[in-house]
């Protein structure tokens, strides 16, 4: 069997496009434009080409973007006053805190200081609560998007069997949540997970978050079951950098049904859901109906 490849790239302009094309009609028939803020502290350089990325594809979807960039030494105090002044902006719909910060700064402060409905990130102890409790919140963009591939390659998930590797909150948690809300039957593993080969060789839905590179081999993979690869480790290999996931892609392909690859898989799902998160939080905000295709 050679595996289907999920192509993360194509779905993700499949799912910006949609995005644009809901902005338009909500400036058209509504006057509104989604607005979303992105604040940056500090110099981290992969949070730089993050952050340009995100502003860059944010206009192209024709929302607005602002952009907040910090010095490094900037104070908690100043930090939650700009986080009070985009909470209170109705042209803001959408905040970003681009993590990590800076070592004094408490990042779960400030992720909470956000207002709930803004939380484009879905890291909020509100939605964080609201999702598990299968009630309506901003989902994390990671999980969201893996969802929506599994959905798109899947249709239903009812009654799927599907193991999470990885626990974080920020991916293995929410994933979790998700696929219990669309009726998998889930297992959370980890690399402390006893027979950890035997539980993943039972599932229909394979979703790899926990940061190790090529952790999980072909062996581990069921015939014909869907395998996500959230990972992106950076390795070097004859002599080369080289970007890897936590599976063994080559191996993995041969028995799987359908794999995502990496790099061109989750990754550029993420921007493309954070994009989607924005424009679902415009239309709560002013109490429209949410954008058909582009929610959990």
């Known amino acids: 069997m050679v595996a289907q490849v999920i192509d993360g790239k194509a779905f993700a302009a499949k799912v910006r496009a949609q995005v644009a094309d809901q902005v338009a009609k909500l400036k058209e028939e509504n006057g509104i434009t989604p607005g979303l803020a992105v604040v940056l ?114 249709g239903s998930l009812s009654g799927m069997d599907a193991v999470v590797i990885g626990r974080s909150n920020i991916v293995g948690k929410p994933m979790a949540q998700l696929l219990l809300g669309d009726s998998c039957t889930v297992t959370i593993a980890h690399s402390r997970t006893k027979d950890l080969p035997d539980v993943v060789r039972r599932a229909d839905i394979v979703v790899a978050a926990v940061g190790r590179p090529e952790m999980v081999p072909g062996d581990w993979i069921k015939e014909g079951a869907t395998v996500i690869d959230v990972g992106i480790n950076r390795i070097e290999r004859d002599g080369k950098n080289k970007l890897v996931g936590d599976v063994d892609y080559a191996s993995a392909a041969e028995r799987a049904g359908a794999i995502t690859p990496v790099p061109g898989g989750v990754g550029p799902m993420t921007i493309a859901c954070l994009l989607a998160n924005t424009l679902t939080a415009a239309c709560r905000a002013n109490g429209l109906p949410e954008p058909e295709g582009l929610t959990a």
């Open 41 to 154: 502290v500090g110099e981290d350089p992969a949070s730089q080409v993050y952050v340009r990325s995100k502003g860059k594809m944010t206009v192209e979807v024709g929302m607005n973007s602002y952009e907040h960039k910090l010095d490094a030494e900037t104070s908690e105090e100043d930090l939650l006053a700009l986080i009070d002044k985009l909470n209170n902006d109705p042209a803001v719909h959408g905040i970003l805190v681009q993590l990590p910060l800076p070592k004094h700064l408490n990042e779960d402060l400030v992720i909470n200081s956000i207002d709930p409905a803004k939380d484009v990130d879905g890291f909020h102890i509100s939605n964080v609560g609201l999702l598990g409790t299968g009630q309506k919140s901003m989902v994390p963009c990671t999980p969201l998007g893996c969802l929506m591939m599994l959905r798109d390659h899947h």
